[in-house]
């Protein structure tokens, strides 16, 4: 699954650490999620998206759409 959280967490500046404090994960956790390596859970993707105040949709992208 393809996502934009690198380029958002860089927009605010924030490091990983900073990005998984404020979604209650750890820093490994975000990594894997910026690199495509684990689609995160439905509470998590609402939890990105409240914290950006975006859709899902904008932040998480289907690889196969």
Known sequence: MKNRLKVLRAEKDWTQAQLAMELDVSRQTVN?????????????????????GLSIEEIFQDDAA
């Not at 859970?41 to 950006?52: I, M, V």
């Open 32 to 52: 894997a999620l910026e690199k495509g390596k684990f689609d995160p859970s439905l509470p998590l993707a609402f939890k990105a998206a409240r914290l950006f």
